[in-house]
């Protein structure tokens, strides 16, 4: 089994073309054909199945799919690993942020980091999970900063926590509910969620259940967050956010939290990974970096590097 068919197998299922594949990878569309029925023939399946649309992985391909992306994953780590060691500060780090730390320590963190690793490529995506469980998985991403609780972790990902951060019930201004000062006021208001349930996006279930009060209605699920702002700015639903975002969107848009105190449990946000994997040096300083603005409250930048680790 050969590491250029099986990063083959993953090209040809990103791209659903045998052709576009091959043009990818620098092949003859014959030679990609011939390597891909060589290791479906040592494996005795078929790994590829034609669609309408294309070529796509059969159940065989899907399945050796996962165990190829960590693979290739290692593959690369090791080869980070070995450039770090000369002296060589390149390669890739990729990682998914919440809102509450994408506005707040996570600017701060890559200033520094990129000071340091002008080199390094970065690539930052929006999610939380369980959203990116299967992304850590399959080492399409090298950490998460996310809410999640540790019970609902699998053994395979480890989590750390990082800080936690207030949570606002949020409307447009002048919503006739705008100065609601107790929960049952709230109760026929429609909902936007910026994840599905059981994400910290739809928090407030649980909130209305320690209430004994109806479960919440739910006019729509966006994880689009620049849409779910226009969204409440522009109707009368409400939503959740985590205070620090809010307060750093606040300005753009004619929003205001309602003012229930005390009601909504904190946004613990942590650093979540795939425990079997051993993040490269330029991971391990990115964290370092994302560790301190978190340990400091998002406040100035020191003059020396944090620890690794």
């Known amino acids: 089994m050969k590491l250029k068919t099986l990063n083959a197998l993953r090209v040809i299922q990103q791209s659903g073309s045998l052709r576009a594949a091959a043009q990818t990878l620098n092949l003859t569309q014959p030679a990609l054909t011939v390597a891909i029925r060589q290791l479906e023939d040592e494996l005795g399946v078929q790994l590829l199945e034609r669609t309408n649309r294309g070529v796509r992985a059969s159940r065989y391909g899907e399945q050796l799919l996962e165990h190829a992306e960590r693979i290739l994953g290692e593959v690369e780590r090791a080869r980070q690993h070995i450039a770090h060691m000369r002296g060589q500060w390149t390669g890739t780090v990729r990682f ?13 963190a890559l200033q520094s980091f990129f000071r340091d690793h ?57 919503h006739p509910l705008r100065a609601a000062t107790r929960l049952p006021q709230l109760r026929d208001v429609s909902w936007v969620y ?3 349930s059981p994400g910290p996006g739809a928090v407030i279930e649980r909130v209305f259940r320690q209430h004994d009060l ?14 779910l702002l226009g969204v409440v ?13 809010f307060r750093q969107m606040r300005p753009a848009w004619p929003l205001q939290a309602v003012p229930i105190p005390d009601l909504l449990p904190d946004l613990a946000v942590h650093i979540v990974r795939r425990r079997e994997a051993s993040p490269t ?19 100035a930048e020191p003059s020396v590097a944090p620890a690794r680790g």
């Open 214 to 227: 109806p479960h919440p209605n739910v006019a729509m699920v966006c994880e689009s967050l620049l849409v």
């Open 118 to 174: 002008p080199e390094v490529r970065v690539e930052c995506s929006y999610g939380v999970f369980p959203n990116v469980a299967p992304q850590l998985r399959s080492d399409a991403l090298d950490f998460a900063l996310t809410p999640v609780a540790e019970r609902d972790l699998h053994t395979d990902l480890v989590c750390e926590p990082l800080f936690a951060g207030e949570v606002l019930i949020v409307c447009r201004q002048g």
């Open 194 to 196: 910026a994840t599905p």
């Open 281 to 299: 040096p330029v991971v391990q300083d990115l964290l370092g970096w994302i560790r301190h603005y978190a340990s400091t409250g998002n406040g």
């Open 96 to 108: 998914s942020a919440s809102p509450a730390s994408s506005m707040t320590i996570v600017p701060l």
């Open 233 to 245: 700015a522009r109707t009368d639903h409400m939503t959740t956010l985590p205070a620090g975002f």
